[in-house]
T-cell receptor
Framework: EAGVAQSPRYKIIEKRQSVAFWCNPISGHATLYWYQQILGQGPKLLIQFQNNGVVDDSQLPKDRFSAERLKGVDSTLKIQPAKLEDSAVYLC?????????FGQGTRLTVV | QKEVEQNSGPLSVPEGAIASLNCTYSDRGSQSFFWYRQYSGKSPELIMSIYSNGDKEDGRFTAQLNKASQYVSLLIRDSQPSDSATYLCAVKMTGGGADGLTFGKGTHLIIQP
């Protein structure tokens, strides 16, 4: 069974630029999550989708972050404009039951 | 505000000994508890889940849950150098709706050969 796929693996951008990350969850998993992991910390939930609907985006900085899952499968997370403090690993996870499985993440560096 | 607290370490344990990792959580509504292992530069990998009070064993790993004390622990028996990693404790509400994981900062475990 294929795991959660994410791209790109690495991205370096200048502050105030925009960036987008892509996630393809495990086939059949209705729930998709985006997490932000800053170096030395645990992952922090940004947004949760159930199929193509948003269940929880309470911790998403909506002035600069947006996410969509239009067809209930793939998802895109966008940051515009990026700040230095957005440097982190962005992890996508999916679940069918209680257990979430993580992708390899996208490491974003904002300079 | 849901919080999960872990000692960040590093926790250094001799090879072959028992490693004991601890975690406390603030939200009494938490119903599911997980331990993830994360190697440097890699994504979190699930190693144990526990949902009811008591112990749950899987190979060299034992998870322990005490909901009254809001305490979760992970024991690793016969520790191996390959167990050296950061161990993340995570909790979630269950029963539908918003059920994203709340993570602690992780405990950095070092197994000394």
């Amino acid at each position: 069974e294929a795991g959660v796929a994410q791209s790109p693996r690495y991205k370096i951008i200048e502050k105030r630029q925009s960036v987008a990350f892509w996630c393809n969850p495990i086939s059949g998993h209705a729930t998709l999550y985006w997490y932000q992991q800053i170096l030395g910390q645990g992952p922090k939930l940004l947004i949760q989708f159930q199929n193509n609907g948003v269940v929880d985006d309470s911790q998403l900085p909506k002035d600069r972050f947006s996410a969509e899952r239009l067809k209930g499968v793939d998802s895109t997370l966008k940051i515009q404009p990026a700040k230095l403090e957005d440097s982190a690993v962005y992890l996508c996870a999916s679940s069918q039951t209680l257990v979430a499985f993580f992708g390899q993440g996208t490491r974003l560096t904002v300079v | 505000q849901k919080e999960v607290e872990q000692n960040s370490g590093p926790l250094s344990v001799p090879e072959g000994a028992i490693a004991s990792l601890n975690c406390t959580y603030s939200d009494r509504g938490s119903q599911s508890f997980f331990w993830y292992r994360q190697y440097s530069g890699k994504s979190p990998e699930l190693i144990m889940s526990i949902y009811s009070n008591g112990d749950k064993e899987d190979g060299r790993f034992t998870a322990q849950l005490n909901k009254a004390s809001q305490y979760v622990s992970l024991l690793i028996r016969d520790s191996q150098p390959s167990d050296s990693a950061t161990y993340l404790c995570a909790v979630k509400m269950t029963g539908g709706g918003a059920d994203g994981l709340t993570f602690g900062k992780g405990t950095h475990l070092i197994i000394q050969p």
